[in-house]
């Protein structure tokens, strides 16, 4: 074994190494670093210290990427358009944009949240985090003569080796805030706490009036929690689920085709209220509701009564509500619509088997998919279907003029088959879609989408009609 072998078995134990003073120190959970292995460090011990040396003091930890991380690290290997997991966010502020308070804004996101300060590697096909004490992001400043085109540009820039893997940009003579983020670092919680978190220290820059921000848990925490439990329970909830999920079902359509639809639309005022009052009288999440309409216009669109859809669910901890970084999870859950189904008895079994999925959180679709189709997962699109619903968001910016709601420039490919989503927020109920051109085409989306609110609505007014 080298040295640099026993440092990155240690590291992907949780043991955070360090050179300080000549001596080589060691932190980390109990009982890992056993007497053989301090023989080994003791063994080794020149070139595990020229190794921690090399790193440098800007290093202050090295440790595997999380498990849906390494997903989307195994899938970027593979898609034709890796330029999929870019986001690309531009908003109308409403006030002309102050670059120094906005750098100052950024500067405080990158030192308070650790994975804006990380650079992430590969080692042996794995994605490997290394946490900086401090990364630069220069606010840009676009032209805006074609503002598409070069927001589109402005994310291709964001580099894997040089943190953050979030920039920020305003458009020359606007009032236009762009921000361009990769999603391996972001998922709509991060969306929603990065837009509110800026927007308060932008203002503190400002006017002076203080952010008072909550203390925010480093995304190692979450990433050791994770890998912990992987330890203990990972083999037992795959082998639960694999189970309960039965035979794989057959794609629908590749994502990666290049071509993608998207679009959003607003439900009219009591939709929302209605939704909610249907999940609180059967005592279910609002999911439930939304997977059992899923599963009906699948059957429509596809043919097929039976579908295993992803359910995007959050796996923050108490502690990690404030924490920036991919925590959520895509749990996957099989529906099927049955002979003589009510509205009731679809919406039951949705619930049943969102419970049974929430029973392990930090198990996702990519562990079923690499289970079911052994050294070929991560070249196949799993789940065909994502299901999201993030209640309570606001998915926008208040830089002093009032909240206003990102807009998304669509990137190249499709990271799913079909997506739906539901937000709810200040900006009040939206449907979300987005399709792979394979599936669909764009002249259909809007339909889809209205056919979903259709279905919703059915479902809240017939409960006990028949489907």
Not at 183 to 191: E, L, N, P, S
Not at 288 to 313: D, H, P, Y
Request: overall charge negative; glycine content about 8%.
């Amino acid at each position: 074994m080298t040295a640099g072998d026993l440092v990155w078995r240690l590291e992907s134990a949780g043991v955070r190494l360090w050179h300080e003073d000549g001596l080589i120190r060691f932190d980390g959970p109990a009982g890992t670093v056993t007497d053989e292995v301090l023989d080994e460090l003791r063994s080794h011990r020149d070139a595990v210290a020229a190794l921690l040396a090399e790193r440098g003091p800007e290093v202050v930890r090295v440790l595997p990427a999380a498990m849906e991380q390494q997903r989307i690290w195994r899938a970027l290997r593979h898609l034709a358009h890796p330029e999929v997991w870019l986001n690309c966010f531009y908003v109308d502020v409403g006030t002309r944009l102050h670059v120094g308070a906005l750098q100052t804004a950024m500067d405080k996101m990158i030192a308070r949240h650790e994975l804006l300060r990380t650079a992430i590697t590969d080692r042996d096909g794995q994605a490997v985090l290394t946490v900086l004490r401090s990364a630069e992001a220069p606010v840009r400043t676009l032209p805006g003569d074609d503002l598409e085109a070069e927001c589109r540009a402005f994310a291709a820039e964001l580099d894997f080796a040089r943190p953050p893997l979030t920039r920020l940009a305003v458009v020359r003579g606007t009032d236009i805030l762009v921000l361009a983020a990769h999603h391996i670092i972001t998922d709509g919680v991060t969306m929603d706490l990065f837009g509110r978190e800026l927007g308060a220290l932008y203002r503190e820059a400002l006017d002076g009036i203080p952010a008072r921000l909550p203390p925010a848990e480093p995304f190692s925490s979450f990433a050791d929690r994770e890998r912990v439990w992987s330890q203990a329970h990972r083999r037992e909830a795959l082998a639960a689920r694999t189970a309960a999920l039965g035979d794989p079902v057959k794609p629908l359509v590749s994502a990666d085709d290049g071509g993608v639809s998207s679009s959003w639309l607003p439900l009219p005022a009591d939709d929302g209220p209605a939704l909610r009052a249907v999940a609180q009288r059967m005592r279910v999440p609002v999911f439930a509701v939304m997977a059992a309409a899923c599963a009906i216009q699948l059957r429509e669109l596809t043919g097929r009564a039976t579908s295993i859809i992803g359910m995007s669910a959050d796996s923050r901890s108490d502690t990690e509500q404030h924490t920036i970084g991919l925590l959520r999870r895509h749990l996957p859950i099989r529906v099927e619509v049955r002979s003589g189904d009510t509205w009731r008895s679809l919406v039951r079994r949705c619930a049943d088997e969102v419970f049974q999925a929430l029973r392990w959180p930090l198990l996702s679709c990519d562990d079923v998919e690499r289970s079911w189709l052994g050294s070929d997962a991560g070249q196949h699109v799993f789940p065909q279907v994502l299901l999201t619903h993030l209640p309570g968001f606001s998915l926008g910016i208040d830089m002093g003029a009032g909240f206003v709601p990102w807009d998304e420039f669509v990137m190249a490919g499709s990271r799913c088959p079909l997506t739906l989503e539901i937000t709810s927020g200040a900006d009040g109920v939206r449907i979300g879609m987005e399709a792979a051109a394979g599936l669909v085409g764009r002249s259909t989306i809007q339909r889809l989408m209205e056919r979903y609110a259709e279905l919703l609505r059915d479902c809240a007014a017939r409960l006990d009609g028949d489907v």
